[in-house]
């Protein structure tokens, strides 16, 4: 790959445990260039198939994902772009990341171990807001909605590499094979 591309990825969710039927109930991810380039972005709400439990966080309700794809049905995109980026990024990535897994071991695929990058341990702050505050860094749209988060996390990464471009060298995706699924067309 010649250049750094970077999936800053943001999920909503039915509850706070994936070992627990909690599910996503919204993807959203930027890939950005660590100079704050937007290369694309993807959004999409996920039909969990199961009761939305609380959502008084991000205020999705079971109407806007009633008609939404499932997981399965968007893993092939998900996939894809990953698959074209080198790095993984997001605030408490560990998190997203849990659920992915679960996700796509739900219809029979494995992830390979990924390095991640993660804002919430670099700046010690837990809210995502309150992160971009503190760096001076806008935020835009609707907390707790996974585009958004995604679009402010990417802008927290890209400052971050302005800072010290060498921090993506511990995070770089190297010699990974991914499992590959059909994407939407």
């Known amino acids: 790959m010649a250049k750094d591309l970077i999936a800053v990825i943001d999920l909503e969710t039915t509850g706070l445990s994936p070992w627990r039927h909690d599910r996503i109930v919204e993807v959203g991810i ?13 959004d999409t709400l996920v039909n969990p198939q199961r009761d939305m439990g609380p959502s008084s966080i991000h205020q999705i309700s079971a109407a806007d994902v009633l008609r939404a794809p499932t997981f399965e049905d968007i893993a092939g995109d998900v996939l894809e772009i990953l698959a074209n980026t080198n790095v993984l990024a997001g ?6 990341a849990n659920f992915l897994n679960k996700e796509f071991e739900r219809i029979g695929v494995a992830l390979p171990p990924l390095p991640l990058l993660c804002t919430c341990r670099l700046f010690g702050r837990t809210n995502l807001q309150a992160c971009c505050a503190e ?25 971050v590499c302005a800072d010290n471009p ?8 190297r010699n990974v094979s991914w499992p590959y699924v059909s994407p939407r067309k």
């Open 30 to 42: 930027v890939i950005v260039s660590p100079d704050g380039t937007i290369e694309a972005e993807y």
């Open 91 to 96: 605030h408490n990535v560990s998190f997203d």
């Open 135 to 159: 760096l001076g860094i806008s935020f835009e749209g609707m907390p707790h909605r996974a585009l958004s988060d995604a679009q402010a996390t990417a802008r927290i990464v890209s400052f």
């Open 166 to 173: 060498s921090l993506l060298d511990a995070h770089r995706i």
